[in-house]
């Protein structure tokens, strides 16, 4: 029987009073005197969505932020096998370099004790700081043999395109080290989250997003990333996947005509998505099995999904009704565990 | 109707009749816009000239972004002859009516009051030198988009002209196009019966998308619908559609394949976070469906045929596709080509004509 792997659980940071005993005593001293509060770039609303907001909070803290309680819900009411945590806390968003990596640093340390430490079951991502990219670099190599890491994480949102040359040695450390790379929901703190300046709702942020993902996608693949390091693999972590067929069609006609401009892309654009990315399913775009289905169909098959049911903020009330009905069991299991288990080599 | 009767030259059209929705015509150069340039305008644009936003730096797989055999013989870019575009366009593929969209970079100057007379003398340029002398061509009004009031009054003004058959802005503007701001565009829209269409544009302030700016061309004018994706979720969510329900928008040269998964997008976010949306009154979807228009090009290829028909089927509806040929540009889809073999006579009229001609209501 195919594990159970919630593929995206967002392990929460309450406050920074939570990172302190993480931090040297110089950062220690900087943050508790400025009070400086990182946000979380996802930006998501104050209330959980319906299913969820039955979920227990800690005594302390918001939803999410203590392991004894999400491992209550993951393993023990949903009998999770692994669960995959994302952490969002908004390194990104601080613009001192230094301040975020030793940020970064305390996350990763935080969830090894407080979650890693207290549930055989968890996994993490290496959560690695943005701003500069020798020091996510750095980061990695050194959360990266440490047990229970499975993935490195970047916001989706940034600066400049992550396919820039500056980025390659972090993604060549990466494809070398065997993990692979997350972009989730979040980032790009202080510039517009779409291509036209600063929406209005959370709406239009979580359907903009999907864009901040085909961008970055468009990037690793123009800039050669995934020629060059064959073996990296991505993971597109909340940000839908229903618009990866069109993106495939549309990418591969236009290098046809426009390949001069980038030799080294020496594939068809949708050859290197559909082998080296994977994607989370939730929140779920196609509503229908048919839908769901017929998207599946367009990718050539379901084996890059994983299910990731973004606890704390679920919207589905359990794995089993994470899809909907009229998906062939084979198809579920696949998408509920058996892609995850090849992809983190659990 | 499958044949149209065409007095060009006595012969007879025995394909189906061709409405092409996407035509770029050029001002040829700053000094073919001066007679319609206010006088005293004339010293400010030798001394100081155009000044557009800047960073959209993409060298096209073609000078001007056009088909090579493009350039008139003549002389002057693609798209700035009116006897060619007939020779290359309008008589070689027997187009009965075609749609101008000019490009022109009168609505991202920086500076606003420069917007509004550029615009404005372009219209009058677009009158004299393509409506009037081409009875076949039809126009597209455009705007200084970033001052909503100053756009209101050049869109009525213009729209007296019935040869003016909508509201033209390309993307990237400034704000996501929902944005009350805008709204007095919409209204003068609305009340001269006049469709607002949204065109594959450059960039005006922002970088192309919320990730910074590409590197390559290709990578740029692939990414190019998701930027058309943030305005239609905008006009949407800020319930441009309930406060104008007359208006209709067409979506230009962004493709399509893409609105279906759109869709379901946005149909999903508008039930979760329905207390920030009251006015939103149906699906998202559903509205789409019944205001929104597309145009063809250019048009996505699956490898797999059956996924082109799947997308129609998802789209939802027959009547939401409109042929365009993108002329000069080098992506340019030929009629009697792009479409794929297979469709339906019927849906192929509607395709290449009948939705267009509700739209504009030819």
Not at chain 1, 112 to 119: M, Y
Not at chain 1, 139 to 168: D, I, N
Not at chain 1, 211 to 227: H, I, K, M, N, R
Not at chain 2, 251 to 273: I, K, N, T
């Amino acid at each position: 029987m195919p594990k159970l792997v919630d593929a995206n659980v967002h392990a929460v940071v309450a406050s920074e009073t939570v990172l302190l005993p993480y931090l040297s005593a110089h950062w220690r001293d900087y943050v508790t005197s400025s009070g400086v509060r990182a946000p979380d770039t996802a930006a998501y609303p104050r209330s959980l969505p319906p299913a969820a907001r039955a979920e227990p909070a800690p005594e302390a803290g918001l939803p999410g932020s203590r392991a004894e309680h999400a491992a209550r819900t993951l393993f023990d009411n949903w009998s999770v096998d692994v669960a995959v945590l994302n952490c969002q806390y908004g390194v990104s968003a601080i613009h001192n370099a230094d301040l975020a990596a030793a940020l970064a640093a305390a996350v990763n340390d935080w969830q090894v004790e407080e979650w890693l430490a207290v549930d055989p079951r968890f996994r993490a991502a290496i959560v690695v700081p943005n701003q500069e990219p020798e020091d996510a670099l750095r980061e990695l190599e050194r959360c990266a043999t440490r047990t229970g890491f499975v993935q490195a994480l970047l916001p989706v949102r940034s600066e400049t395109p992550y396919g820039k040359r500056r980025w390659h040695r972090f993604f060549e450390a990466a494809a070398e080290s065997e993990l692979p790379v997350a972009l989730c929901l979040g980032g790009g703190y202080g510039m517009p989250t779409s291509s036209s300046g600063w929406p209005s709702f959370i709406s239009e942020e979580h359907v903009d997003v999907s864009q901040a993902a085909q961008s970055q996608l468009l990037s690793l693949v123009t800039e050669g990333v995934f020629e060059r390091f064959p073996r990296l693999r991505v993971v597109i972590v909340e940000c839908g996947f229903a618009w990866l067929p069109s993106l495939l069609w549309r990418f591969d006609k236009n290098w046809k005509a426009l390949r001069n401009e980038v030799p080294w892309v020496k594939r068809l654009p949708s050859e290197y998505l559909l082998e080296q990315v994977w994607l989370t399913t939730h929140p779920l775009e196609p509503a229908t099995a048919t839908d769901l289905l017929d998207t599946i169909d367009m990718l050539g098959g379901a084996d890059k999904l994983l299910w990731g049911s973004n606890y704390p903020r679920y919207d589905a009330p359990s794995p089993q009704a994470a899809f909907p009905p009229g998906v062939p069991d084979a198809v579920r299991h696949e998408l509920l565990g058996g892609n995850a288990t090849r992809l983190y080599q659990l | 109707m499958t044949e149209t009767l065409v007095a060009t030259g006595a012969r007879r059209r025995t394909r189906p009749a061709v409405i092409d929705c996407d035509i770029h015509n050029t001002v040829p150069a700053p000094a073919a816009l001066l007679p319609y340039l206010p006088r005293e305008w004339h010293d400010y644009e030798r001394e100081i000239g155009s000044r557009i936003y800047h960073g959209y730096l993409y060298p096209k797989l073609a000078p001007n972004a056009a088909r090579r055999d493009a350039w008139p013989p003549t002389g002057g870019p693609p798209g700035s002859n009116l006897p060619f575009l007939r020779e290359q366009l309008l008589d070689l593929y027997d187009i009965e009516l075609g749609v101008l969209n000019c490009l022109h970079d009168g609505y991202r100057q920086m500076n606003g009051r420069y917007s509004a007379v550029l615009t404005a003398a372009v219209n009058d340029w677009q009158v004299a030198e393509w409506l009037d002398p081409e009875p076949r061509l039809r126009a597209s009004i455009v705007i200084p988009v970033q001052d909503a009031e100053a756009a209101a009054g050049e869109i009525r003004r213009c729209a007296r002209d019935p040869r003016f058959v909508q509201v033209l802005t390309a993307i990237r503007v400034h704000e996501p196009l929902g944005k009350p701001r805008y709204w007095p565009i919409y209204a003068a829209a609305a009340e001269c019966g006049l469709p607002f269409a949204i065109h594959y544009g450059v960039a005006v302030a922002n970088p192309p998308t919320a990730t910074g700016w590409p590197s390559y061309y290709l990578e740029e004018h692939t990414g190019a619908a998701l930027a058309v994706q943030t305005h239609v979720a905008s006009l949407i969510f800020e319930g441009v559609f309930q406060r104008f329900p007359t208006l209709n928008v067409a979506l230009v040269e962004g493709g399509f394949a893409w609105l279906p998964s759109l869709m379901w997008r946005l149909d999903r976010y508008w039930q979760e976070y329905r207390v920030e949306l009251p006015w939103v009154d149906r699906p998202p979807s559903e509205i789409i469906r019944e205001r929104v228009k597309v145009t063809t090009q250019p048009i996505e290829e699956p490898p797999d045929p059956r996924h082109f028909w799947k997308v129609l089927e998802q789209l939802g509806s027959d009547d939401m596709l409109m042929f365009a040929t993108d002329y000069p540009h080098w992506d340019f889809d030929a009629p009697g080509q792009a479409l794929p073999n297979g469709l339906s006579r019927e849906l192929e009229r509607k395709i290449l004509a009948d939705n267009a001609r509700a739209f504009y209501r030819f």
